[in-house]
């Protein structure tokens, strides 16, 4: 069992940055694959970034790309999103989620911080 614990949203004005901050528990952090997912009012919970247990994998959405950097400090339990030129679109609660190497899905979740981004 891994519980994911999440920090860092807030409110910001558009064009300001964020840092989310997701920490592990357990001994296994760097067997899994971690994702940053994130869900609107009204919309379904999408996938912004994924970063796997091996160096180089690292996925982005489309919308996404060029302002988000998703990082993992392994000794520390912890991945990162850093949100640059946050847009009011980006306005959502995160989340973050773990995957095991043998899993087709996410079945760790955080409990989610909210990120309000302002016109």
């Known amino acids: 069992q891994v519980q994911l614990v999440e920090s860092g949203g807030g409110l910001v004005q558009a064009g300001g940055s964020l840092r989310l901050s997701c920490t592990a528990s357990?001994?296994?952090?760097?067997?899994?694959?971690m994702g940053w997912f994130r869900q609107a009012p009204g919309k379904e919970r999408e996938l912004v970034a994924q970063i796997g247990w091996s160096p180089g994998t690292i996925y982005y959405a489309d919308s996404v790309k060029g302002r988000f950097t998703i990082s993992r400090d392994n000794a520390k339990n912890t991945v990162y999103l850093q949100m640059n030129s946050l847009k009011p679109e980006d306005t959502a609660v995160y989340y973050c989620a773990a995957r095991p190497q043998q899993a087709a899905l996410f079945p760790y979740w955080g409990q989610g911080t909210q990120v309000t981004v302002s016109s």
């Open positions: 357990g001994r296994t952090f760097r067997t899994y694959a």
